[in-house]
């Protein structure tokens, strides 16, 4: 492998800021020294509903830290513990994949150390990863001179990793001196109280109380010397004696002090692992720069000191170049030979970073992980990057009932609830991200395979589905979960489904059992009588004794263009629980986001009581009886970035509700938030803005005409297209908050009323990259004038003409065009 610099550009890219476009760079630009090593960022002042963020510290201002001064504490917990995980090999998707053997480790940038927002945010642009079943550990990795040393991770990032089986690292990171390193740093890291190490014990009490499970270490900053790095040491081991806290090394540091890396277990570094009788660390990192014969070498020095191969961790650099990356996989992996070391990845968030939309990130994001062909089956071993799962086999936690996945990647375009859209807009939070497919995706047919996909355009909870499309011409078994669930007398399972007419689904549910694992037995899952969602309850009875080892799915029938969507899937004993209702919801904090017209919040309340609670969702009552989803947590804080006021409304009310294990629902608790001074009025954000279209008629019916305020200019007032696709898009300059839109169709300009819209969508996006989202879709209008209510916050806003009249002529006629907001 050729030579990289390790990981120095990690000073950099903490400190520059994440552009909202995935393939933004960072600049390389060594970090200035700090003047003062205190806290970067102001803390919230009392009583305000700010931002939170996640935590990060010099050593010196670590020592200062305690959760019950910080405001923004609470809400960096995560509340999911690691789940246990299972691996069978049969039931690995590739025959070259091992278990028990290599591992990988992934260090991940999230986004800059002083930006990390607690519980996700407004943009769906988020490096939403979904293949934990490969990953044994993740380090939340960042720090930089320029911000802060110590980085520990956010609990949306814990609470996702968790529920996955996946343990999380934060980050400690000494930088060289060419990229603002200072030795005192080192020195402030290990200094000592008698017999105690103060910045240790607050690195612990850190990962106690946000609830994650240990440290990377990464010491780069040259001119130390042997005492120092003894100290180091001593400091880790010092740590191991008191708490279960993990350390993971990186290979940098020597026991002489100075910064030389080794590409291997070696002498100079061992003691870093395994000092005598001493367990310094969990695991080491190895520089990327190492060799087959220097692997060889490290795998018998670690035995030797009474370690496993698998806790070293090859490091491979993927930030600039992704799975073009070159790797000598012989030596890492050798065929029909067991591992030699475990795998560690550096920034394989590059499948974001350097896709251009949503869809390539997640094309992107297969071919690094299950490799070329989108199946970890069926992987090409002779290819330069064959997926990382022809190495190293799924593991699964789903061992515990009940299992409810709603295919939720934890982020969207809106959020649904039982179906129903309670929220438009993009947003992230991986703590309300499901346990993805363990086989993504493994499909089996004799003839066609159809298509399974994440669907961003349609969910029964949350904000995407299980979409499956294509050619059906064979039956298709489209493998789903990897799981060890005991079947009882009363165990059930549910599948939410929806197609686009009613009638057979030519769906059933496949499970297989361990004492069979390969062999799936059907249940079929019958008609739906309409084309919304619908759910379908099995009887797993009969199989009371055994032990659930798969979940799949398989379609039969003969249909051109299948077209499915799956809800959710859910196996449970009994019945639906609904938990008990949390209580004591108070506002902690308010601040104005537009004075008089929208606010952010804190909140807290009271857990409810029972422990069968997976998560909390907030929501603001409106004056129709209907309700705005704000957002959701496993927590008992919540942010909420914007809550906007309703017309002249002196106050709202916010209801908090618990959501069970198995998605049942409590009462709300509430409390109001109050409205000081006068609403700004509405105006039209789209007039005179700069408009774009599919085409137009004539030349002076461009789509200026349909932003200009007019409707009185005659015929020619207007935008008018003959195209197939029709569509007219305004800019509204940026980001605005948006109560309603006003279309004018052909009958408010003077035409005739057979010639209004009949059909059409409108559709919002924040950014230029991002996906529309629908916010308004009309059927069957006759009305001249039509008003659309939303709630939403875009720059862009886009009419898209269906049906452009009443009586079949092909040119759609449009006035006015009017976006509302304040």
Not at 149 to 155: C, G, K, Q, R
Not at 467 to 473: A, K, M, N, V
Not at 772 to 796: F, I, L, M, Q
Request: with cysteine; hydrophobic share 35%; net charge neutral.
């Amino acid at each position: 492998m050729s030579r990289r610099l390790p990981l120095l550009l990690s000073a950099a890219l903490a400190t520059a800021a994440l552009s909202a476009t995935p393939a933004a760079r960072a600049d390389p630009t060594p970090a200035a020294a700090p003047a003062v090593t205190g806290t970067i960022r102001a803390a919230a002042t009392a009583g305000a509903g700010t931002q939170p963020f996640a935590s990060y510290w010099y050593p010196n201002s670590i020592l200062n830290w305690d959760p019950a001064t910080d405001p923004d504490a609470r809400f960096n917990r995560s509340r999911v513990p690691l789940q246990p995980r299972t691996s069978d090999p049969a039931l690995r998707a590739n025959p070259n994949a091992r278990t028990g053997e290599g591992k990988i480790a992934s260090l991940v940038s999230f986004g800059p150390t002083s930006d990390n927002p607690s519980q996700g945010s407004a943009d769906p642009n988020y490096y939403a990863f979904g293949y934990w079943q490969y990953v044994d550990k993740l380090v939340f990795w960042g720090g930089s001179a320029g911000e802060g040393l110590i980085l520990a991770p956010n609990p949306t990032v814990i609470d996702a990793a968790h529920r996955n089986g996946v343990k999380v690292y934060g980050t400690v990171f000494f930088p060289p001196g060419a990229y603002g390193g200072q030795l005192q740093w080192v020195r402030d890291f290990v200094q000592k109280s008698g017999s105690r190490y103060p910045v240790a014990d607050k690195l612990v009490q850190a990962a106690q109380y946000y609830g994650f499970d240990g440290w990377f270490i990464n010491q780069e900053t040259g001119g130390g010397d042997s005492t120092l790095a003894g100290e180091v040491r001593n400091l880790m081991q010092y740590t191991k004696a008191q708490s279960g806290t993990e350390f993971m090394w990186y290979d940098a540091m020597t026991t002489s002090g100075s910064v030389n890396w080794q590409n291997a277990l070696t002498s100079a570094n061992s003691p870093f692992l395994q000092e005598g009788s001493k367990r310094t660390s969990d695991s080491m990192f190895l520089n990327f720069n190492w060799s087959a014969s220097g692997l060889n070498s490290s795998r018998a020095l670690a035995r030797q000191l009474g370690r496993s191969e698998y806790e070293l961790y090859s490091g491979i650099d993927t930030e600039a170049n992704g799975y073009g990356t070159g790797v000598d996989w012989a030596a890492l992996f050798p065929s029909g030979k067991p591992h030699t070391t475990s795998l560690g990845l550096y920034r394989p968030e590059w499948t974001w970073k350097s896709a251009t939309d949503r869809a390539d990130f997640y094309a992107k994001d297969a071919r690094y992980w299950v490799g070329a062909a989108g199946d970890p089956s069926r992987i090409d071993l002779s290819a330069s990057w064959p997926g990382l799962a022809g190495y190293v086999a799924e593991s699964s936690p789903i061992t515990a009932k009940p299992f409810v996945t709603n295919f939720d990647t934890g982020q969207g375009d809106f959020y649904n609830v039982a179906g129903a859209r309670v929220a438009t807009g993009g947003w992230n939070n991986l703590s309300l991200q499901d346990v993805p497919p363990t086989y993504r995706w493994v499909v089996e047919s004799s003839g066609s395979r159809l298509t399974p996909s994440v669907d961003f355009t349609d969910a029964y909870q949350g904000g995407s589905s299980l979409w499956l499309s294509g050619r059906l011409d064979a039956a298709n078994t489209v493998r789903l979960y990897q799981t060890r669930l005991p079947v009882a007398a009363n165990t059930k399972l549910d599948l939410v489904v929806r197609t686009p007419a009613a009638g057979p689904t030519g769906l059933k549910a496949a499970v297989s059992f361990t004492d069979a694992p390969s062999s799936f037995t059907t249940i079929d899952v019958g008609a739906n009588s309409g084309t919304g969602w619908e759910r379908h309850t099995l009887d797993l009875s009969p199989y009371a004794g055994r032990t659930v080892a798969q979940i799949a799915v398989r379609v039969e029938g003969s249909d051109p263009g299948y077209d499915l969507r799956i809800g959710q899937v859910a196996l449970y004993d009994g019945s639906v629980e609904t938990p008990s209702a949390p209580s004591g919801l108070t506002v902690l904090g308010a601040s104005d986001v537009t004075a008089g017209s929208s606010q952010s919040l804190r909140l807290s309340w009271t857990v409810a009581p029972g422990g069968n609670v997976h998560h909390y969702e907030v929501y603001r009552r409106n004056a129709d009886g209907s309700r705005t989803f704000l957002g959701a947590t496993p927590n008992d804080a919540y942010f909420v970035g914007r809550l906007d006021r309703t017309g002249g409304e002196s106050t709202t009310t916010v209801d908090v509700e618990a959501v069970s294990t198995t998605y049942g629902r409590s009462a709300a608790a509430s409390t109001t938030v109050s409205w000081n001074g006068t609403p700004p009025t509405a105006t039209n954000l789209a007039l005179n803005r700069a408009a774009t279209a599919s085409g137009q008629c004539n030349a002076d019916e461009g789509p200026a005409k349909a932003v200009n305020g007019s409707v009185g200019g005659g015929n020619s007032d207007k935008w008018c297209t003959l195209t197939s696709a029709k569509w007219l898009e305004v800019d509204l300059g940026s980001a605005k908050q948006l109560s309603a839109f006003v279309v004018k169709h052909a009958a408010a300009g003077g035409e005739s009323s057979s010639y209004n819209t009949r059909d059409f969508t409108i559709q919002a996006r924040s950014g230029a990259n991002d996906p529309w989202t629908t916010v308004a879709d009309v059927k069957g209008n006759t009305a001249g004038s039509t008003t659309h209510p939303v709630n939403t916050t875009a720059r862009y806003v886009r009419l898209v003409v269906t049906a452009p009249t009443q009586t079949g002529d092909p040119a759609a006629r449009i006035y006015e065009f009017e976006a509302w907001g304040a």
